[in-house]
């Protein structure tokens, strides 16, 4: 990406944008930023989707999904051979970063994107360790 920079989320930046946390506001001049593609990792979005379940029951995620993806966040839906060995290869040394974590930062790596997130407390290790070279939102 020449133009552009590629922003992947994780589940807690998302529902720091959702429930209007600190940090929502810099989450959503990306997700507002025409230069900026913005991702979420399948596995990070259905973090949130059980989250929003517990809280709502009756949500159509079909709809929820459809409103996600409407104010700027791409889902990534696929898992490929690459990214599952760069995603449990992080899992192996980094245990107690979360499995979906884990395919955040695999993902942000393989698009040599930055991980947006406001979990430090799992995350913060892994950046002063040099494993993600990336941007953190609280």
């Not at 940090?23 to 989250?51: F, P, T």
């Not at 060995?85 to 980094?94: C, P, S």
Request: net charge negative; hydrophobic share 50%.
């Amino acid at each position: 990406m020449t133009d552009s920079a590629c922003h992947v989320l994780d589940a807690c930046a998302l529902i720091a944008v959702l429930r209007r946390e600190p940090g929502a506001e810099a989450i959503e001049s990306l997700l507002a930023d025409e230069r900026s593609l913005c991702l979420i990792h399948v596995l990070n979005l259905c973090e949130v989707a059980y989250d929003t379940l517990r809280q709502s029951p009756d949500v159509s995620l079909i709809e929820w999904v459809a409103a996600i993806e409407a104010f700027g966040l791409t889902v990534h839906w696929n898992i490929d051979a690459e990214l599952f060995a760069r995603a449990a290869r992080l899992k192996a040394h980094w245990r107690r970063v979360s499995s979906a974590d884990c395919f955040a930062l695999a993902l942000a790596q393989e698009l040599n994107g930055e991980l947006v997130t406001s979990d430090h407390h799992e995350l913060d290790p892994l950046a002063a360790a040099g494993v993600s070279g990336n941007c953190f939102f609280r």
